[in-house]
T-cell receptor
Framework: DVKVTQSSRYLVKRTGEKVFLECVQD?????MFWYRQDPGLGLRLIYF???????EKGDIPEGYSVSREKKERFSLILESASTNQTSMYLC?????????????FGPGTRLTVT | GENVEQHPSTLSVQEGDSAVIKCTYS??????FPWYKQELGKGPQLIID?????GEKKDQRIAVTLNKTAKHFSLHITETQPEDSAVYFC????????????FGAGTTVTVRA
């Protein structure tokens, strides 16, 4: 089974702190994603990466950056956390190639910024 | 970009009844339509998907229908059971963006015993 793990289930940070969210997948997938989940808004794509050191902005990249130094690991960085970044953050991975469609999700990190 | 709308936002059904969730999409290039189920405390998990070369797909108690002309697709759950209680998300993707997905807002389904 594909396994996507996220470093924390719950995180509480102060406004202005630098926050790192880590995601690791064990299926050698080329593609990795960071989403933000808010009630009534569904899942919104923050950033994705299609290869090591490669990244592209998603729909809501403002206030976030990412890092992918190794194929299995994709990090989301909040340079200066703000209260409007309080949310559930979901990481996902997907294989490459024309016939790889399914995204596999981690359990999520619920971040609270006070 | 793609815009996916999902209705209803909440759905309460009696155990054994059917549940239907509907989604519309805006980008006619989209040709992949998955449905994800998110149980409490877990990440979303794919339960069924459909590609635009078929109009309907069934897997035991769940089925998905697609109307490409009208740009809408639906999830049907028959003989609902308590374990069907969850949040369901529809999504749309297409090959021109390597099947990055645009998700609907989600439907919270509650099955009453």
């Amino acid at each position: 089974d594909v396994k996507v793990t996220q470093s924390s289930r719950y995180l509480v940070k102060r406004t202005g702190e630098k926050v790192f969210l880590e995601c690791v997948q064990d299926m050698d997938h080329e593609n990795m994603f960071w989403y933000r989940q808010d009630p009534g808004l569904g899942l919104r794509l923050i950033y994705f990466s299609y290869d090591v050191k490669m990244k592209e902005k998603g729909d809501i990249p403002e206030g976030y950056s990412v890092s992918r130094e190794k194929k299995e690991r994709f990090s989301l960085i909040l340079e200066s956390a703000s209260t409007n970044q309080t949310s559930m953050y979901l990481c996902a991975s997907k294989g490459g190639g024309s016939y790889s469609y399914e995204q596999y999700f981690g359990p999520g990190t619920r971040l609270t910024v006070t | 970009g793609e815009n996916v709308e999902q209705h209803p936002s909440t759905l309460s059904v009696q155990e054994g009844d059917s549940a239907v969730i509907k989604c519309t999409y805006s980008d006619s290039a989209s040709n992949y339509f998955p449905w994800y189920k998110q149980e409490l405390g877990k990440g979303p998990q794919l339960i069924i998907d459909i590609r635009s070369n078929v109009g309907e797909k069934k897997d035991q108690r769940i089925a998905v229908t697609l109307n490409k002309t009208a740009k809408h697709f639906s999830l049907h759950i028959t003989e609902t059971q308590p374990e069907d209680s969850a949040v369901y998300f529809c999504a749309a993707g297409h090959p021109f963006n390597d099947y990055k997905l645009s998700f609907g807002a989600g439907t919270t389904v509650t099955v009453r015993a």
